[in-house]
């Protein structure tokens, strides 16, 4: 069954597999993210902690041509930011499952680009499962922006030097499927277009078990490296407000790079 959501996402619960679905859609914006959308992922994630009849979920993007891009442009504008460096408001912290405490198990399907602020979703995610002509990169710094939010929780998922290579080449450079699968970060690439179907069944097998030793072992991976990730994060705000140029020079940067054109996928 599907039932439309918030404008840009649906959610689509299947009660006879017990597994769910739910779809950034905004394909004609690559899925980026808006304020709205952030505020619905939180109520989403929530939600499911009481429906007993969902025992997985899939987190995927429409389209084919994206998974997500990260916050939408105009909506970032539209975020007032205090003057502390001690603080920053970042609406995306909130829209992953393990941000809202929920510890069913949730696959990511990728097809097409995933960049920036969708790892937010992806890191919070037990495994990701990617149509073979996915890409992965972090533009943060192209554009003059740090990148601490997004590599504190991909370094979560792969290795130091995969990480810093991604955020520190920025737009000059795409992390393929097949790269993404060899270094940890994806557990399956499929055909393109297979990701979903894939997502899906493997999410089906898990929602099958018994749900309370499911999420069991759901929390205990996420605790095996959350003391070091909880530390990490603790210095990502001071570092983005110092780091990071004003909203201007941010802007004129993204023009005159013409959004980030002209790449290579490793």
Not at 61 to 89: E, K, L
Not at 213 to 226: C, D, F, I, P, Y
Request: glycine share 10%.
């Amino acid at each position: 069954m599907s039932a439309p959501d918030t404008p840009g996402i649906t959610v689509e619960r299947d009660k006879e597999t017990g597994v769910a679905v739910v779809t950034l859609d905004r394909a004609a914006k690559h899925n980026a993210i808006t304020l709205e959308m952030a505020h619905r992922l939180g109520e989403v994630w929530r939600g499911f902690r009481y429906e007993d009849d969902i025992r997985a979920i899939v987190v995927t993007g429409a389209g084919g041509r994206a998974f997500c891009t990260g916050i939408d442009r105009d909506a970032a504008r539209n975020v007032p930011q205090p003057s502390s460096p001690y603080t920053i408001d970042d609406p995306l912290l909130a829209i992953g499952p393990k941000a809202n405490d929920l510890w069913k198990p949730v696959v990511a399907a990728v097809e097409g680009m995933a960049c920036g602020g969708a790892f937010y979703l992806i890191a919070e995610s037990e495994f990701v499962v990617a149509g073979q002509d996915a890409t992965f990169f972090d533009p943060h710094t192209t554009y003059g922006m740090v990148s601490a939010f997004e590599t504190i929780l991909m370094a979560q998922r792969m290795p130091y030097g995969e990480v810093a290579r991604m955020a520190l080449m920025g737009t000059a450079e795409r992390v393929s499927a097949r790269r993404a699968y060899e270094t940890g970060l994806v557990s399956e690439v499929t055909e393109p277009g297979g990701a979903l179907a894939a997502a899906r069944a493997a999410a089906a097998v898990v929602a099958s078990y018994p749900t309370e030793a499911v999420q069991g072992t759901v929390r205990a991976l996420w605790s095996a490296k959350e003391p070091g990730r909880t530390a990490a994060l603790a210095h990502a705000p001071h570092l983005v407000t110092l780091g990071n140029l004003p909203p201007e020079r941010q802007a004129g940067l993204f023009t005159g790079r013409g959004g980030g054109g002209g790449f290579r996928v490793r």
